[in-house]
């Protein structure tokens, strides 16, 4: 197995996004790059916070009764919460001067993507050992498992909080997106660590997350687009003879 090839499958579906949006719209190669820097840059502040929530947690005392309630409240904690709080607030910086909605949305999806890709690589470098005494073929069924489930959750939430970020700014104020992309997350995570049939349901919260960012995106646009009309003077007749 070799390393680098494997490295290079986590971070394609993050490569081939970024030159198809700059190859299908007019998004500047700058603002893709600010996206992708900042998705890294989110990766240090997310670490250093669920590294001391969870030395908090492990002193909580779980028993067998409430243990499922504890783990979704964790996962709601870690996964939800702090990663994507932390997401969109990284995403306030990336550089809004003349740049539509349109385009700051597809940073946002292309800085969750970076964080997911970058994720499937921490991932892939912790199972190499259990890689190396079970064989290749466990560690390429992780690679290309999250490309279609984790890296995609990790788009669309940021997508979620993109456009929270947006609809705030241009005084839209749609919260509700964000608290989707937690719940959605968590809601996820939870299904996802099951070893049963139920692990399928987390399937059905990326339709339904693809679903919310479809029906938030055409709201915020529809709102810009009204706005538009509106801030638009028509030009007066010419009244010179």
Not at 180 to 188: G, Q, T
Request: with cysteine.
């Amino acid at each position: 197995m070799n390393l680098y090839f494997c490295l290079c499958i986590c971070l394609l579906p993050f490569l081939a996004a970024f030159v198809l949006f700059k190859h299908f719209s007019s998004i500047t190669f700058s603002t893709e790059l600010i996206a992708s820097l900042l998705a890294l840059l989110a990766v240090l502040p997310i670490t250093f916070l669920q590294f001391f929530v969870g030395i908090f947690f492990a002193n909580i005392q779980v028993t067998s009764a409430n243990s499922a309630v504890f783990l979704f409240l964790r996962i709601l904690l870690f996964n939800g919460m702090i990663e994507e709080c932390l997401k969109m607030l990284i995403m306030l910086l990336i550089p809004r001067k003349n740049l539509s909605f349109e385009h700051f949305f597809i940073a946002s999806l292309l800085c969750g993507l970076c964080f997911g890709c970058f994720e499937s690589m921490i991932y892939f470098l912790q199972h190499l050992q259990s890689a190396n005494e079970r064989g290749a073929d466990l560690i390429y069924y992780m690679i290309f498992a999250r490309i279609f489930t984790s890296d995609l959750i990790h788009t669309l939430c940021t997508g979620l909080c993109g456009i929270c970020v947006w609809s705030y700014i241009s005084k839209k104020g749609d919260g509700i997106s964000l608290v989707i992309a937690i719940l959605s997350h968590a809601v996820y995570d939870f299904f996802a660590g099951f070893q049963s049939n139920i692990r399928w349901f987390s399937v059905v919260v990326i339709l339904f997350l693809a679903l919310e960012v479809r029906i938030h995106y055409k709201k915020i646009k529809t709102a810009d687009n009204e706005n538009d009309t509106h801030n638009t003077k028509p030009t007066p007749p010419d009244t010179h003879i």
